[in-house]
């Protein structure tokens, strides 16, 4: 027990190309089965064993006690379930012990590893790498642990730092305007000029934020009703768009088309008719489709591509900025899980050095049982007990001291273990006890 | 005993809206949720305080407590803070509370340094009528003020907006829509309570002078600037009238109607002054 590591053996967009990420892609059913076969097998020597799985990640959490054969494990039950064979890959897979590994998994839930800075998604995939250690059935204390923490790092970060706020793509920042011009979406009409795949990304994000009632104008009628069927919105052609116009809250361009949709003249007429209601616009198409002259009435908020890009850098600047604050609050959830983990070595260890005293006490007592008169026996096993006791005070003290403030580490444990050959007796225990 | 315990909340009113305007002031920067709730929390208990102040202060003195400029800066401040709470927790929004407690703070701390715990007044003034009829018309201008800081506010963000801009003002706060809604709650609730003030003032001349209109320029701009209100909300609610026009609208219609009072007072000759 006392040599297990922590190790993290994974690839990720920094180490590896699409590619290998895709090779290295488990769905949770594998994954689940990769646990099994590596805990199921003596060999393997793993105790505890977690996949996080994403499309950017495949990262592996083990506590071994015999980190150096991980590797080759793992590259071999790739070779037997994928047909993959990793060493023959320019991918070196990252690998990081005990301490690092954990400020590693804290990092991933907090978003600080992410592709895209501060990524929300990634919590929840972590969320769902530790239901499937729940689901698995297999007790593994230190992992469960630590993927409690790492969940509580990731939203300390998120509640704490604005490292998630702000939109980062250029369909969500089409999104984070809408929501400063309209507090709710459920009555707003979105119109979608276009039905590509831009204009469907901006579907779903709608949606998600309570938009119901969609428009698609698109010159293509296949394409216009089979994005109008997906989001149960009205499809019309781009004949119609004016009408369309006038009803509209929200209007999104994403087309194609190599000249101007929407003039001023058209949107002067729209205004006018619209009561001079608020409209925003949002131009994603390369050329642009709407005039920009349009911005000149006052009721319309105009964006192209290039404003839209300016706010995804504004925002990411503003991420970088919260980074230090992150890894200040992923360092305590860290300090809690370390001062955790080292209290649990150090209570065996405790043990098993009041055990080794008491084993050395009494055999020497048992040299006195027949020497000896009853009263004069107990006398030397009180001594004996009271010397035990004075001795161990202080290295006890003193080892609860130091795992309290975080000055123990596992190999300050392993030594106190060799020293004191507790290993051995920790082996004849376990033998005494088979038999 | 009683006359001391006014003097203490006359100094603690300040601290407490001094406080909560910083919580707010906080809430708009950062947009921790914490802070908000506890410049909330604050406010209402300032809220609670001014208003055990006043009713003390009347019972006391055996006077609605309006019957200076001192006293009526209390009583605006008083009035601000609860119309602004009121449209706080209708909306579930306290980013704009900064802006309000702005001007509740101000106007409480000119009123504590100044006023005078005497009891001196006219004694026209005691009439529990004039108290009413007061209370509600500051009720009423204040509420307007309200909604034309939240016209003001929609038509700065509408700008930042419109400029791709997004500083402070972007950040801080909330969507157009809101504004929005916030605007009308206010110039509603000022149109409601100004026309009951203006009402019992006419109600209360009748009493006293024997006619219920007198050609006075106070009174004549107060009861054209209600009319004017009026249609207006009418014409707005009709044609269902949004966005940037209607909060400039009603930042500019109560900026109109506080300079006609403003020119009325310091030019005409109005029977209207009790100071």
Known sequence: MQNNQIVHIGYSHKNASVAVRDAVSLSPDVALAFIEAGVNNPASAIQEMAVITTCNRTEFYFVSNRPEILKDWL?????????????QTDAVPLILFNEDAVDHLFAVAGGLESMVLGENQILSQVKSSYDLILSSGYQFPLLNRLFQEAIRAGKSVRTNTALCQGAVSISLAAVELARKIYSSFEKRKILLVGAGETNELVAIHFKAIGATQFIVANRGVEKRQKLAEKYAAKAISLD??????????????????QHYLIDFALMQRVIKLRNHRSLLMVDISSPRNVD??????????????????????????????EIPHAKELIATVNKDYSTWLKSLDVVPTISKLAGYFNQIRQQELEKFVNKTEDREFEHLEQLSKSIVKKLLHYPILNLREMANGQKLDMSKINTIWEIFRLFELEERNKEDKTN | MMIQAIKATNVLLPLLYGLAFVLYALYFNTRQSELGKWASKLLLGGIVVHLVYLVTKGIYFQYFPITNSFESFSMIAFDTAVIYYIIERLNKEGKTGLFFLAIVFLFQVVSSMFIENNGIHSGLLANPMFGIHTFFTLLGLSSLAISAVYGLMYWMLAKEIKAHRFGAIYEGLPSLEMLEGMGRVGSLAGLVTLGLGIFLGHLWAYKILGYFFKADPKIVISDIAWISYAVGWLIVWRRGLSGLRLSRWAFWGFILFFMAIMVVNILGNTFHSFT
């Open chain 1, 75 to 87: 590259f071999s039950e790739y070779q037997l379930r994928h047909h993959l064979d990793l060493s």
């Open chain 1, 240 to 257: 119609h768009l004016e009408d369309a116009l006038l009803e509209a809250d929200v209007v999104i361009v994403a087309t194609g088309s």
């Open chain 1, 292 to 321: 920009p002259a349009v911005s000149k009435l006052d009721e319309i908020f105009l964006y192209d591509i290039d404003h839209l890009k300016n706010v995804i850098a504004e925002n990411l600047e503003k991420r970088r900025g």
